[in-house]
């Protein structure tokens, strides 16, 4: 029972690593189109919250 709940938990860190990867990405990309309107505060905000 145990072994097969670590698995599940294992194959769920990996799904979240993967969908944090994405995110971090995405963010990156909306930085780049939005550097001129958010300022660097602003985006250090952001990250802590995200």
């Known amino acids: 029972m145990v072994a097969e709940e670590s698995v599940t938990g294992d194959g769920q860190l990996a799904e979240m690593a993967e969908r944090w990867c994405s995110a971090t990405v995405e963010i990156g990309n909306r930085v780049r ?4 309107v958010y300022d660097n ?8 919250e995200g």
């Open 33 to 36: 189109e939005s550097s001129d």
């Open 41 to 48: 505060t602003q985006l250090r905000k952001l990250a802590k």
